[in-house]
């Protein structure tokens, strides 16, 4: 189920104009990676006027998740995960502006958003919790990182 949702998910944002708009490096829900095995084409851009220097990283989202927790016991079962978006931009004055914008795009998107689990017929429904402070990528030096946790409830 978890892949389900994770693919939902990523369908709602990738089918967002305006957000696609701003993260040109595109919706990954695996490590993105520039290289071997598992690489992810179209994150990492070569500098045009100087080939001999790292590629740069475009703006990205990749997803977490969604982690299942036990269900509760009662006449009815309630399920509920988390899963998290994390933001990639350019560590500059107008990544941190992209950071909010990105943000606030995938917030409207995606808080108190429901669908239906093709699976199960179950309806599912998202909740945005905490987003973090922006930080330097250690992964992807140049880059600044955040993240906004989700939960994902749906009762059976």
Do not use: C
């Amino acid at each position: 189920m978890s892949y389900e949702i994770r693919k939902a998910v990523m369908t709602r944002l990738t089918t967002d104009a305006a957000l696609m708009a701003n993260i040109p490096g595109g919706v990954w829900d695996r490590p993105i990676k520039q290289e071997g095995k598992g690489a992810t084409p179209g994150v990492f851009k070569a500098v045009p006027v100087d080939p001999s220097r790292e590629p740069i990283m475009l703006p990205t989202i990749e997803i977490h998740g969604p982690n299942q927790v036990q269900a509760t016991d009662g006449p009815q079962t309630l399920h509920n995960g988390f899963f998290t978006v994390h933001y990639y931009v350019p560590a500059t004055e107008s990544g941190k502006v992209l950071l909010d914008t990105i943000d606030g795009q995938v917030k409207t998107l995606l808080h108190e958003w429901q669908f239906v689990l093709v699976s199960t017929g179950e309806t599912v429904t998202l909740l945005a919790l905490e987003r973090t402070e922006d930080i330097d990528s250690a992964e992807f030096p140049g880059n600044k990182e955040q993240q906004r946790r989700f939960v994902v409830e749906y009762v059976e």
